[in-house]
């Protein structure tokens, strides 16, 4: 399952930002959002999301609902949109 950002509970801190492992976070207007087709939860990378990890304001980060993936198919998603860097 991806994750998705509560814009009304977001501060647009930018913390997240840079610890996200495959680039899924992205400003626009001022406001953060999570492109579901690179989200990965992170899985591959850490053991935990790093975007709900270091996001000060809680419930910001969550899981989205719309957008329900197993761990396989996101290690799937996280080969694909790392092929081309080696990182498997």
Request: proline share 6%; net charge negative; glycine share 4%.
């Amino acid at each position: 399952m991806a994750l998705k950002i509560i814009t009304d509970n977001c501060t647009s801190c930018d913390a997240c930002l840079p610890e996200c492992p495959n680039e899924a976070i992205v400003q626009r207007k001022g406001l953060y959002f999570i492109e579901w087709e690179k989200c990965t939860e992170c899985v591959g990378f850490y053991d935990d999301p790093q975007c709900t990890a270091v996001c000060p304001i809680d419930e910001t980060c969550i899981l989205d609902p719309d957008h329900q993936e197993s761990r396989e198919e996101l290690l799937a998603k996280k080969k694909r949109l790392h092929a081309a860097e080696g990182v498997g």
